[in-house]
């Protein structure tokens, strides 16, 4: 049974940073996909990041591009998402996704397994 773990949310300042993680358990990590999503209340998952891990590609929503950087530890079968220079419209639920297949996957429809998802809150 494939379980994904996210840890690492929480309440920050504006400008501040925070690093979830997200472990995969039961799942073919390599040579796969995994992304982060989030969701504020009312409005719909987006995509925030994604990573190839096959390969390394990866994907970033222009709303984060430059603040986010998502990364892999193949031993572990985790991935992070180092977030900096938050801003109160980051606030939202956060949550890490898989699937199988090559290359990266953007769209929520893509992804088999998810994660219980992690709190993010963001203070201005």
């Known amino acids: 049974q494939v379980q994904l773990v996210e840890s690492g949310g929480g309440s920050v300042q504006a400008g501040g940073s925070l690093r979830l993680s997200c472990a995969a358990f039961?799942?073919?990590?390599?040579?796969?996909?995994m992304g982060w999503f989030r969701q504020a209340p009312g409005k719909e998952r987006e995509a925030v990041a994604a990573i190839y891990t096959g390969g390394g590609s990866t994907y970033y929503a222009d709303s984060v591009k430059g603040r986010f950087t998502i990364s892999q530890d193949n031993a572990k079968d985790t991935v992070y998402l180092q977030m900096n220079s938050l801003k109160s419209e980051d606030t939202a639920m956060y949550y890490c996704a898989a699937s199988y297949g090559l290359g990266i996957l953007v769209s929520p429809d893509e992804y088999r397994y998810w994660g219980q998802g992690t709190q993010v809150t963001v203070s201005s």
């Open positions: 039961g799942y073919t990590y390599s040579s796969n996909c």
